[in-house]
């Protein structure tokens, strides 16, 4: 056998294993995947325990809360951790107990904490207005313009491309 042969059957036997690791590991994932499907469809969400498990979070965080001056529960940096440690901790007992994380219930009562404490956090509403007609003009011609010039475009490039066939 000269050396290009065995080159070539090294290449193939080589790319039998790649193929063969792939898909093991492929497999390996789907058995997963279908354990985790499994165990989910075991799992049902409790809302009695996840309702109490969700006033535990809450009732850390206020008691996280109490440490921080309420001058300041509008100020996210002087809150963030305890903000995290909450949104966690949702989500963590949510999944432990076989809930979707978010969901009605917990949304629920994340808005209740919400309103709670950051209730008084916007100053003043915020009133929208209609654009300048000088923006709405702008706005409304310059994706017109550019669609016509791409329309021109395609078909100036349709036309060249006879000639330069």
Known sequence: M?????????VFAAGIL???LMM????????????????????????????LEME????????DMEEVDPQNWCNLTHFIGEYHFFSACTEDNAVRIGCFWPNPLVEHYIIHIHKQFF??????SVVW???SEDTLI??????VFLTLAMIALVVWCSKRSDILA
């Open 56 to 63: 535990k979070c809450g009732e850390r965080f206020k008691t």
């Open 129 to 131: 207005g209609d654009p």
């Open 18 to 20: 790649v193929n063969t």
């Open 24 to 51: 093991s590991v492929l497999s390996a994932t789907e058995e997963i995947k279908l354990t985790f499907m499994h165990k989910s469809r075991i799992l049902e969400c409790n809302k009695t325990v996840l309702q």
């Open 2 to 10: 000269d050396a290009n042969h065995l080159k070539l059957l090294n």
């Open 138 to 143: 702008i706005l409304i011609l310059v994706p």
């Open 119 to 124: 209730s008084n956090c916007t100053l003043k």
